[in-house]
């Protein structure tokens, strides 16, 4: 896409204005950088690189038909006055399950559950503590008359005062060494399901599946050592360990906007899709052009079909049907087969041999069977 674009003017904008807005966080929330460590520049700029990237690629995202469609009305869906309070409910529980606990990992599998539970909590916990210390917004002091306790400084503020020797401090102290475990503890399993898993391995490719781990693996085990060197070793390898460290960890944030830890921006926003299912749900149902059947919300076929318009894919069909969209799953399946067997049998024939005109029905006879759950469910109508 060319910059002159409209969407792209419109992402450079915003790329630019939420760098900006940081930029100026850490000026603030560092005190004119008096608490701004100088040797942490390079972890600054390289944050301050991949918030511009996810920022520009996000509004990019979002500018998409598709991706806009579910965007504006999920929020509408969501901020109806008439389900407002149930939504907000149903969003803290949704954060807790699908976000804070990974329930739709836990169903594809125990083992991919905890290998994607531990690496995000990991990386949270890593999050948290090194991006307020490297802006300057977080730091410790010595307590006036007592060298055996620090206070901790929020934004230049005095907040509270512990021991080094408690044990808040040392679960405080070691936080990294507890995010580096949790991540490595995940990157396994995650590289033994890799080479394992036959289904996996048919599909993967080394950029999207391997390089992740290999980033996250390099940056936890570089930190480990930088432990190991000034606790057990007296600091020996201490120089190079830390420029190999600081190398892992600009590549990885330089590298997040643009490979697969994208989706970890995108997947809070799917959260509008299921308001968006929800209002579909309780509005008027779709029904089959051909089997006269419920099968969809009416809400989501019509913006289906204007997507489609958008993007410019026609599929408009003979009447009764109108619009392809207008029939359900089952019954194009049927008009599959229907137009295999007029191929099959000529230009003459209307229909292939024991395959009814009207009406159609699933293969596996079991309801939710199939591979969607629910949305089989939805769709299920013999």
Known sequence: MMPGKPEVRRALFWG???????AGLIVVGSRNLSHFDAALVGYTFAVLFALFGIVYRYAIWLQRPPTAMYWKQGWQAFLAPRHLISNLAHWVGRCVTDIALNRFIWIRGRLRWLAHWTIMWGCALAVGITFPLVFGWLHFESVPGDFDSYRISLFGFPTADFSVHSLFGFLLFHGLVWSAVFVIVGVMIAMRRRMRDEGAAAVQI????????????????????????YTWMKGYGYDF???????????TLLWLPFGKFFH?????????????????????????????????????????IRVEKE?????????????????????????????QGRMWHGPGSQRAPGIPAQGSSHVNPGLGEGPLGEEDRENFHP
Request: proline share 5%; net charge neutral.
């Open 311 to 339: 993007l410019g894919y026609s599929f408009e069909a003979e009447d009764p049907i109108g619009h392809y969209q207008w029939v359900c799953p089952p019954c194009r399946r049927a008009l599959f087969a229907l137009a």
């Open 264 to 304: 970890i921006f995108q997947r809070p926003a799917q959260l509008g899709v299921t308001f968006y299912k929800d209002l579909g749900r309780r509005g008027e149902s779709a029904t089959c052009r051909r089997c006269a059947k419920p099968f969809s919300s009416r809400m989501h076929v019509e913006d289906l």
């Open 241 to 251: 360990l830390a420029i190999l460290h600081a190398v892992t960890v600009i590549f």
């Open 206 to 229: 080394f950029a999207e599946d391997f390089l992740p781990l290999v980033l996250l693996f390099a940056v936890s085990l570089t930190g480990l050592l930088l432990t190991s060197s």
């Open 16 to 22: 630019v204005l939420f760098t900006a807005i940081l």
